[in-house]
């Protein structure tokens, strides 16, 4: 199975702040990476596809680069409503396997 | 407009099989390159991928969970069905059912979800 890891697993940020969540493969999974935001009580939505793709809809300030085992989201400034909880999701090779997932709250 | 809705019972006992539907509309599931995946979450916790089924029928499923699971479709009736059998409380979660395909060009993985359904294992 690849494991996914990301870092930090928790941070706290300021509205405006630039923020950078990685995520971590244990083998190479080219650009087969997504990356979700979920809120409480509520299904994830993605934000980014092919691991620098952004979703139809989603702001230009979240952002996603990387490929093979090392992959970046960025928020350029952070918003009131990004405050959040953000996974990653390889689906390079079965079984699909999500990261622990990186909680984002208000300093 | 792709919608995906989860149904089924809220509360299993241990030991009982679940069994969970998912409604879709705005595609089909005979389209080739198309599919349907069942994430779970427990409280708190991360989010956990637990099988997909493909147009052409090909299926896959978390290794850790293989032999509890079945995933079958019903493209006439735009259904997905998971069973998952021998429930125990640890299985108690929010399910989810999603939208795939095999390209990023048709969506690529998850790019819609339902709301969930939370289903409660307890004596």
């Known amino acids: 199975d690849i494991q996914m890891t990301q870092s930090p697993s928790s941070l706290s940020a300021s509205v405006g702040d630039r923020v950078t969540i990685t995520c971590r493969a244990s083998q190479g999974i080219r650009n087969d990476l997504g990356w979700y935001q979920q809120k409480p009580g509520k299904a994830p939505k993605r934000l980014i596809y092919a691991a620098s793709s952004l979703q139809s809809g989603v702001p230009s300030r979240f952002s996603g680069s990387g490929s093979g085992t090392e992959f970046t989201l960025t928020i350029s400034s952070l918003q009131p409503e990004d405050f959040a909880t953000y996974y990653c999701?390889?689906?390079?090779?079965?079984?699909?396997?999500f990261g622990p997932g990186t909680k984002v709250d208000i300093k | 407009q792709i919608t995906l809705k989860e149904s089924g019972p809220t509360l299993v006992k241990p030991t009982q099989t679940l069994t969970l539907t998912c409604t879709f509309s705005?595609?089909?599931?005979?389209?080739?390159?198309?599919?349907v995946g069942w994430i779970r979450q427990p409280p708190g916790k991360a989010l956990e991928w637990l099988a997909l089924i493909y147009w052409d029928d090909d299926k896959r499923y978390s290794p850790s969970l293989k032999s509890r699971l079945t995933i079958t479709k019903d493209t006439s009736k735009n259904q997905v069905v998971l069973t998952m059998t021998n429930m125990d409380p640890v299985d108690t979660a929010t399910y989810y059912c999603a939208h795939g395909a095999i390209v990023a060009t048709m969506g690529d993985y998850f790019d819609y979800w339902g709301q969930g359904t939370l289903v409660t294992v307890s004596s």
């Open positions: 999701l390889q689906h390079n090779s079965y079984p699909f396997t």
């Open positions: 705005g595609f089909s599931l005979s389209t080739s390159g198309v599919g």
